[in-house]
């Protein structure tokens, strides 16, 4: 028997640095200000890490 669930129901998300950069629970990243951040994803156990830098908004 196969599922339909979505996986991304099951994901956490975590950012290490809020100020920098939120992530929400459908693993969309957001930018709040210049900087680095680590994002982790975990799934039932294992867990992946981006470490990225968000660059200011150019107008």
């Given at each position: 028997?196969?599922?339909?669930?979505?996986?991304?129901?099951?994901?956490?998300?975590?950012?290490?640095?809020?100020?920098?950069?939120?992530?929400?629970?459908?693993?969309i990243l957001t930018g709040i200000?210049?900087?680095?951040?680590?994002?982790?994803?975990?799934?039932?156990?294992?867990?992946?890490?981006?470490?990225?830098?968000?660059?200011?908004?150019?107008?």
């Amino acid at each position: 028997m196969s599922s339909t669930s979505p996986l991304s129901n099951k994901v956490t998300w975590y950012s290490s640095a809020v100020d920098v950069a939120q992530i929400d629970d459908k693993g969309i990243l957001t930018g709040i200000n210049t900087g680095s951040v680590d994002v982790k994803a975990s799934y039932e156990g294992i867990g992946v890490i981006l470490s990225t830098f968000v660059l200011p908004t150019r107008y």
